[in-house]
């Protein structure tokens, strides 16, 4: 009977048992400690604590799937990059390719700038333009009548859109012999005369021989030997390409 109390104790021992723990927090602590195994099983047993367990671990499946599925777009955005710059390489080579090809095809080619078009809209033909080009290259350019008869002008024609009180270019091809005759004779344009001639290149290498010309001056200013051929500058025979080379023409 007395084991049964202690078991089993009555509403009046639990209510003054409950008492005597609200006064004593030490006693507390022991009950909680003595049956904490219980506690925590009753605790990981609930609903609420099962369902913190499943989301987490169902959260940590997707963290980890994630980490994964980014390592390979990593890997794919990679090798996607190492494409596009062997593309990007072999389109720069391509359009290198290009332009030297048409810089070669315009080799032989002059372009008269600044000269007055005839009062036919636009209508001048292939021969009156070659007897006035003929014409500029006696008068102002001063070659010589046994010259002349060595400059072939294979093709001549105005470029660009008509336009009132503006001259279009005018585009000649010689050969190469006749190119020659002609630009050996640019420096007898008198001086301030407003006509020039020059050789026809694409925009881009005209772009990169403007990053030149500087150089190109203060080496012909230096004393040295210096030319522009195309896209390179030629100082002293050594040559100077804009694309691969740090420009630095030293003054001595």
């Known amino acids: 009977e007395d084991r ?27 009950v909680i400690e003595k049956n904490w195994d219980i506690i925590l099983q009753k605790f990981q047993l609930s609903r609420p604590f099962t369902d913190l367990e499943e989301a987490l ?3 940590n499946r ?3 799937e994630l980490r994964e ?39 032989d080619n002059l372009v008269m700038k600044n000269v007055p078009e005839s009062n ?28 002349l008869a060595d400059v072939s002008i294979e093709r001549v024609h105005r470029v660009g859109h008509i336009k009132q009180n503006q001259a279009r270019n005018i585009v000649m091809k010689l050969d190469s012999r006749g190119k020659s005759k002609v630009t050996s004779h640019i ?3 008198p001086r301030g005369d407003p006509m020039k001639v020059v ?25 040295k030997q210096a030319k522009l051929n195309a ?10 390409n804009p694309l691969n080379d740090k420009i630095n023409i030293n003054v001595d």
Do not use: C
Not at 11 to 30: G, T, W, Y
Not at 199 to 220: C, G, M, N, V, Y
Not at 231 to 240: A, E
């Open 57 to 59: 671990n169902y959260s």
């Open 199 to 223: 050789d026809q290149l694409p925009p881009e290498i005209h772009a990169r021989r403007s990053k030149l010309w500087s150089q190109f001056i203060q080496a012909k200013e230096s004393g």
């Open 120 to 147: 036919h809209e636009g209508r001048e033909t292939e021969d009156m333009l070659r007897d006035k080009v003929k014409k500029i290259f006696r008068d102002k350019m001063k070659i010589s009548e046994e010259d």
């Open 231 to 240: 896209d390179k500058l030629i100082v002293d025979n050594k040559v100077y």
């Open 4 to 30: 049964q109390d202690v078991d089993n104790p009555s509403q009046e021992a639990s209510q003054d048992r409950i008492s005597a723990l609200e006064l004593d927090p030490l006693a507390v602590m022991k």
């Open 62 to 64: 997707e963290i980890q």
């Open 69 to 107: 599925t980014n390592m390979q777009l990593e890997s794919r955005l990679k090798l996607a990059e190492g494409r596009i710059t062997r593309l990007e390489r072999r389109i720069g080579e391509a359009d290198e390719k290009i332009l030297d090809l048409t810089t070669r095809s315009m080799r």
């Open 187 to 189: 420096k007898n344009i």
